[in-house]
């Protein structure tokens, strides 16, 4: 197919046909995959590989799972980034709000009859071919659950775990929820998942180094109450001295902390994967759309939680910050 076939908006049955008629299916995660990227897509290919339909799901980096999603049902479905198919039928992405957001993997597109985005960041940019987009969703694997009502699978304990994961995590346990949000909690626990257990390995299991690292870190952090037009900024620097020896569980958990500065509308993590290189994660609270503050440098993601990369150093990277924020 070609990068320039019409980007048609797809609804929850035509998905559905999509699924149904493929002959071959290859499921594309985000890069630094969080759990409702890989839920969504293990919770996926465990239905197509139950309807005997071949399936791959991967990602471009890094090369291995985070350890607090090995538990997930469906791993033996994940193959490394070097052995997806470069020719399918039907290529899948679950969470992934921009092309970009699939690292090198993104050209597994040229090799691909037909695709199809499942997502719900706001920012999505609707680079596939057909793309079934909900910004109200929860997460993505909350769309799958419907996905899934609607195809007539059932959700089952495997697949409720792979769900739960996507459901927990972007919610922040349960704190950025909607009308509906609890019921299908509900839903997932009552096919007998361990609810607590998925929620500590994901949430809340980190090795003693994470308190030091947690102590420099924040004690770092600087409050810039004239940012954000006057609503406030806080933000923390990660250098990449601060990350070694470290996953990804414990760098992402630091905005969870930063954010709760209540002097301070947006917070931000700077993190540096490689020196001079930096990954930036943005939170707001209600007042200020962070997903378009992260878009005018160069990222995206949601209301109330978007990330962007960015060069150079890290006075460099901060005022860019300041600069995108006034
Ligand atoms: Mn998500």
Redesign the pocket.
Known sequence: MTVTAQNSEIDLAGAIGLLSAAGSVTVLCHVQP?A??IGSGLALAIVLERKGVPVQVSFAQPDELPESMSELPGTHLLAPAGQVESEVDLLVTV?CGSRGRLGHLADRFDGARTSLVID??RSNTRYAEYNLVDDSAE??TAILARLFDEWGVEIDRDIAHCLYA?LVT?TGSFRWVQPGTHLLAERLIDTGIDSAEIARRLLDTHPFGWLPMLASVLGSAQLVPDSAEGLGLVYALLRHEDTIGMRSEEIESVIDIVRTTSEAEVAAVLKETAPGHWSVSLRSKAAVDVSTVAARLGGGGHRFASGYTAEGDSEYVVAALLGALS
Request: glycine share 10%; proline share 0%; net charge negative.
């Open positions: 969080d409702d990227t969470d719900h960041h997460s993505t996507g972007d």
